[in-house]
T-cell receptor, first 114, second 112 residues
Framework: ETGVTQTPRHLVMGMTNKKSLKCEQH?????MYWYKQSAKKPLELMFV???????ENNSVPSRFSPECPNSSHLFLHLHTLQPEDSALYLC?????????????FGPGTRLTVT | QQQVKQSPQSLIVQKGGISIINCAYE??????FPWYQQFPGKGPALLIA?????SEKKEGRFTISFNKSAKQFSLHIMDSQPGDSATYFC???????????FGTGTRLTVIP
């Protein structure tokens, strides 16, 4: 595996379900991000982890819960979602330091909430 | 409030033509401006980036033009090819911050 991988690629869940999205980066980076991508909207930053510590949470509803057990793995735990949460969820990673701006994205998980 | 405004929303260009996508921002604390390219079913991929201390950066057929006084920057794709058909996002980063602020994207279609 190379780059940033995400599983599953597609997920359909009911509003009462609990599911988790997984992200793994194989780039040796130490910062990881969750973004939400909705049609005709800018990518929305949800969470940032730097050196496994959460450094930013852009007022995301508590039904989204991130977990970063180590610098290579990032999870997004989902529960009691709403239909408006249907979107493409992208994971990204970068290396802290002068080139931190170079974020590398995974292919995303297409989430549909029914 | 949208931090980075991008236009047009969609663009159709003939093969061999020049594709131009524009972005504007207000926050003078932005110090880095990347462009990302996204194909269907893929995540965005960094294409080219510029800092505000230069007015132009070129990599192959892709050029960023930067106008600091106008707070605008644009992506030019020369000799556009059907393989360039994708969605392009501009973005900006504040000094010292982790996150990027993205534009809404431009869907480019290059017709043969």
């Amino acid at each position: 595996e190379t780059g940033v991988t995400q599983t599953p690629r597609h997920l359909v869940m009911g509003m009462t379900n609990k599911k988790s999205l997984k992200c793994e980066q194989h780039l040796g980076h130490n910062a990881m991000y969750w973004y939400k991508q909705s049609a005709k909207k800018p990518l929305e930053l949800m969470f940032v982890y730097s050196l496994e510590e959460r450094v930013e949470n852009n007022s995301v509803p508590s039904r989204f819960s991130p977990e970063c057990p180590n610098s290579s793995h990032l999870f997004l735990h989902l529960h009691t979602l709403q239909p408006e949460d249907s979107a493409l969820y992208l994971c990204a990673s970068s290396q802290e330091g002068t080139r931190q701006y170079e974020q590398y994205f995974g292919p995303g998980t297409r989430l549909t909430v029914t | 409030q949208q931090q980075v405004k991008q236009s047009p929303q969609s663009l159709i260009v003939q093969k061999g033509g020049i594709s131009i996508i524009n972005c504007a921002y207000e926050n003078t604390a932005f110090d880095y401006f990347p462009w990302y390219q996204q194909f269907p079913g893929k995540g965005p991929a960094l294409l080219i980036a510029i800092r505000p201390d230069v007015s132009e950066k070129k990599e192959g057929r892709f050029t960023i033009s930067f106008n600091k006084s106008a707070k605008q920057f644009s992506l030019h794709i020369m000799d556009s090819q059907p393989g360039d058909s994708a969605t392009y996002f501009c973005a900006a980063r504040k000094t010292g911050a982790n996150n990027l602020f993205f534009g809404t994207g431009t869907r480019l279609t290059v017709i043969p």
